[in-house]
Every structure is written in C-alpha cells, then in structure tokens.
C-alpha cells in the first residue's frame, strides 16, 4: 500500500463510560435521538453492558458506544484523556431546537458560542461527559485559504473569546417553542468532532501526522482559556476536510492534571479500516512508525487493533464489516440482547446478572 492509503477515513466510534445503562439508553436513543443498534454485553466483562447507538443502523462515524462500570469512580479529563465528544447538526436554526428541548428536560446548555468554524453548545449527559453539538458550517476555510489550512496560527476575533463576548444575549438564545419531537431537519448527523488534552501540543501533531495519517487544519487558541492553543487535525488534502475526521486537542502545560479513567469520561477513541485485510496493512504500517499496537481483536461487529497517542489516550482502528446486522435483523437492531458465540454458552448467567434496560 502507499502512504496515501494511510490516511484515516475518520472516525468509527467513540466509547464512553456510564455508571447505569438504564440511564444512559433513555438519554442518547429518547433524548437525543440516536438509536440504540446493539444491547450486548463488555466481551472482556461480561457481566456488564456495551451499548452502542448509531445512526443509519450504525454507520460508521455515527457511532456512540457506552461501557457500563456499575462499581467505578467519576473519571476526570485531563491530559491523555478527551475534553468532549462534539455531535453534528445542520445549522444554528436547528442548533437552538436542540438547546430549547435539552433545557425544558432539565439539561443545562450553555451556547450558542461562534467558534468561527461553527456554533456549539454544551451539556453534559447523566455520567457528566461533556457533549457538544456543532454546526456543520462554515468550516475550516471560513478564515484561510481552503489550499493552505493550518499553517499559520489564526487569533479569532476578542468578540468570540471568554471575557470579550455577550454571555448574557449567548444564553438567552433559544428556541421560542418547546421542541417535544426530532424532526428530520434537527437530527443529529454523528460525531463531528473529538476535543482532548495534551501536554505536549507538537509531540501529538507528529503522532497524528505518522499513525494516522493526518494534517493539521486550524492553528488557534482555545477560545474559552485563550492563553492556551487549540490545534484541529483532519483527513485533509489541500481541496477539502473529510467529514467526521477532526480530531482536535487543546494544549496545556506540563504540570496539568492526567485525565482519570472512570464514568462520564471517554474510553477510546475508533477509526475506522475498510477490512480485515486493511486493518492488517493499517496494523504494520503503525508498528513501522515504532508505535506498539495490539493484535487484532474480533469485536463481532467489527475487528480491532489498539495503540496509544504520545499523552495516553487509547485508539482504535476498526472495520467497517461486517455491522451490526450480522447478528440481528437489520430492521430490529438493539431490541435484545445479543452475546458473541463464545459467550452464547453463559446467555443464562450472564442475562440473569445484567440489571433489566426498562
Ligand atoms: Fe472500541
Ligand atoms: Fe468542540
């Protein structure tokens, strides 16, 4: 294969940490609107749930997936850890329907914030992982040219910094009526893009740049502490920024806290292979780089191989097949527990020990 075959086609899925499933499905499928394609089981913990929601019968890049921990602590982010996992959305109209249906459910919001980029909010889910939703536009070529992304650091304008911004008319913005259903135009497209920490800003950028194959394309401050650097990273080739490829850190100093792993904290974070045969290439270019990287692993749904970036933070490349009607009709995803064929033996034990979704 050639170099420019490793380049990541994005991301596959996020995994995140939830204290109680049956509070947690309630929140993405009822709340946020994403259906739930797989209720199955931690293959290494099978006492315990993996959910996974997805758009599309879960197209990879739509993928949200939830380890149940019921015995652990509150995971903190810090570096080696993600801040937030940021969702997609069309546009700032459907943005505050989003803001105006979290709100009237009790879900504090802060935003609409102009990053420039796009407009995002905030909130947090019942674990106290931070989620953002983000508009599709303007992009990254709303402030330099789309052929020179990322080469020179861009200082947004005071009016969009903590301290030089309207909170008050930021936070009174909203939808006027109560948005009790998702309609089609609100829907949420999938991950839009991941924020975590660093401590050693140019360190990550040869990571990102080596294992996986990606540019920078914004050079900027965090825009909410504007002493410290933001950096965005994506599958970029001068003409045009792959959707639901942005990976983006902000940069703290050397003495900053390590994030902890435990609920309301991101797991990992999964990029996506085409196959088995392009996660084996995927696998032997990453350990050309000197990047120590697991055997591959078989998910059922997909099959995976594990590495680290240079702050900790654990990665994932997996396939985009077989998917999650492998083991389920395609139209009846999610609606019961599914076991892979080595756990199928425990299917008693391990369903008597798991605590009824609701
Ligand atoms: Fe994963
Ligand atoms: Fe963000």
Known sequence: MTDAEFVTNGFHHVTMVSRDASRTLP?????????????????????????????????????????????AGRGRYGVGGVHHVALGVADEAQQLKWKRRLTDAGVPVSGPYDRGWFTSIYFADPDGQILEIATEGPGFATDEPIEALGQRIIVPDPGRLKGGRDEASIQAASHPE??????????????????????????????????????????????????????????????????????????????????????????????????????AAWREHLLAQGIDVTDIRDRNYFKSIYFRSPDGLLHEIATDVPGFAVDEDADRLGESLRLPSWLEPRRTEIASALKPLG
């Open 27 to 71: 929140f993405y499928r009822d709340l946020l609107g994403f259906p739930l394609v797989k209720q199955t089981v931690n293959f290494d913990l099978p006492e315990t749930y993996h959910l996974y929601f997805g758009v599309d019968g879960g197209h990879p890049g739509t993928i949200l997936t939830f380890f149940e921990w019921p015995h």
């Open 178 to 279: 109560p948005v009790p259903e998702i309609d089609d135009a609100m829907r949420l497209r999938g991950i839009h893009h991941v924020t975590g920490m660093t401590d050693d800003i140019g360190a990550a950028d040869d990571f990102y740049n080596r294992a996986l194959g990606m540019r920078l394309v914004k050079k900027s401050v965090n825009q909410d502490d504007p002493d410290t650097p933001h950096w965005f990273w994506a599958n970029y080739d001068g003409a045009r920024v792959l959707p639901a490829s942005d990976m983006t850190l902000f940069g703290w100093p050397k003495n900053a806290p390590r994030a902890r792993e435990g609920t309301g904290q991101t797991h990992h974070v999964a990029f996506r292979a085409n196959d088995e045969e392009h996660l």
